[in-house]
């Protein structure tokens, strides 16, 4: 067996670094010793001390351990347990230079990546920067040393849960009772098998599902129903895959439920379903993709990646058809009943991998006046190549990962004869380096 070479110690003496610009994750960029250095904590501008935490032969990583010269940006953190809890990365950034980080992310994502530049800016979107994130997977686990449950986020790059005792970017239903549900837990027989809470928070009701590893006993059962019971939250209990989510109080299952009244719809949801996660921009963000998609009475539009009909469902109040696609049988299958529920007969669903093209069948070779694309983080690359088919004169691209989105917006620009026209961003994640965005193609 080969000899390792033992692991080399970083050095523990503070560093002084000039911060030149953002790194995309919201990371300060410094140069010392002819090495990119990205440092946690650090603005644009700054004079800093930081320790590394990581060095590698052609960058290192760091956090900053003093602020020597602040920017004007910078603000006190409202939150007590940022220093340590990874759900935020940004809350000592002022709100509209967030706003603006993100803006600038996405234009350098457009030009390194894509080679594209739009040729104008959709003024940010935003909405409330605390108390948003409706839904949320806070980890759970019993710390002997600490002889207590804890809950919530997880630390910054650890597997660690932060020691919390409220969460202020959570929905008030979820982060003013970290205490309680830890609380509850606690007194559990299986609180050393149970991981995490999944959380939802709909308009009428919030709901809870605890992920066990163990059957929970009827005790368990019982304690669970009493907390849901004393603080008007649904509670269920998933002992294995999705399927096995069950209801323990009320006794029987009841849909969340989202409204969007400038349209006319309401949507219903189960409580691992996927929306979005801070309400107020969905609805600001389905406005302005109507407003820039445009649908007329006469035409046919497709909506891609459509989930449980979040765009579908509107866009059908205005176009003459609407086709929606989507990978999942059990989104699809909510589609469907959220467009019955609402009464809206012009759509249709299919259930389709847009990954494999080939495979899309008789929907992916019709003609459309307009597209809509919303995909996950790996973007559309793949069923970009259907493009020319559909002959659609205008296309809007909502993105939740200006990288895939800029290479996207590269495909589209230079190999399909299409106009970058607008692009910007939507601030979905306050505090986070998540960037939200939406851009705007005509051919």
């Given amino acids: 067996m080969g000899h390792r070479g033992k692991r080399k110690s970083l050095p523990v003496e503070p560093i002084a670094a000039h911060i030149e610009s953002f790194a995309h994750d919201g990371k300060g960029i410094a140069h010392v010793d002819g090495r990119v250095v990205f440092v946690d904590g650090a603005l644009p501008g700054e004079d800093v001390t930081f320790v590394y935490t990581e060095i590698k032969r052609d960058y290192a990583a760091g956090r900053v351990e003093e602020v020597v010269t602040a920017s004007p940006d910078r603000v006190p953190a409202r939150c007590q347990h940022f220093a340590l809890c990874g759900g935020c990365s940004l809350q000592y950034l002022s709100e509209e230079a967030q706003v603006a980080l993100k803006e600038d992310l996405l234009l350098e994502q457009f030009r390194r990546i894509g080679k594209v530049e739009p040729e104008g800016l959709f003024p940010p979107l935003q909405g409330p920067h605390w108390g948003y994130r409706s839904r949320a997977r806070l980890g759970a686990r019993y710390v002997a040393k600490k002889g207590r449950e804890l809950v919530g986020f997880r630390e910054r790059s650890s597997a660690l849960i932060v020691d919390m005792k409220a969460c202020p970017v959570l929905h008030p239903a979820l982060g003013e009772r970290i205490e309680a549900f830890a609380e509850l837990i606690q007194g559990l027989s299986v609180r050393q098998r149970l991981p995490q809470i999944e959380a939802a928070v709909g308009e009428a009701r919030t709901a809870l599902v605890f992920r066990v590893l163990d059957d929970p006993t009827p005790e368990d059962l019982a304690r669970l129903a009493q907390f849901g019971r004393e603080h008007g939250l649904d509670v269920y209990i998933q002992r294995h895959g999705r399927d096995s989510v069950a209801p323990v109080y009320p006794e029987s299952a009841h849909d969340l439920s989202y409204s969007l ?183």
């Avoid at 996927?274 to 539009?301: C, G, H, S, W």
Wanted: hydrophobic share 40%.
């Fill in 261 to 443: 009244p400038d349209w006319d719809v309401t949507f219903r949801f189960g409580p691992l379903d996927f929306t979005q996660v801070n309400m107020a921009i969905n609805r600001q963000m389905i406005d302005r993709v109507m407003q820039v998609l445009d649908p007329q009475p006469k035409e046919r539009v497709l909506d891609l990646f459509c989930g449980l009909g979040n765009f579908t469902l509107p866009l059908a109040r205005r176009a003459a058809h609407v086709t929606g696609v989507e990978g999942g049988e059990e989104a699809v299958a909510r589609a469907i009943r959220n467009a019955a529920d609402n009464g809206i007969g012009n759509v249709e669903f299919h259930v389709a991998d847009l990954s494999k093209p080939e495979r899309c069948g008789p929907w992916a070779e019709r003609e459309y006046d307009k597209v809509l694309l919303d995909p996950s983080r790996a973007g559309a690359q793949e069923i970009l190549q259907c493009v020319p088919k559909w002959k659609a004169g205008r296309i809007v691209y909502v993105s939740c990962n200006p990288s895939t989105l800029a290479r996207d917006a590269g495909i589209l620009v230079h190999e399909h004869g299409y106009r970058l026209l607008q692009a910007g961003v939507m601030d979905m994640f306050p505090h986070t380096a998540h960037v939200e965005s939406i851009a705007l193609f005509e051919r």
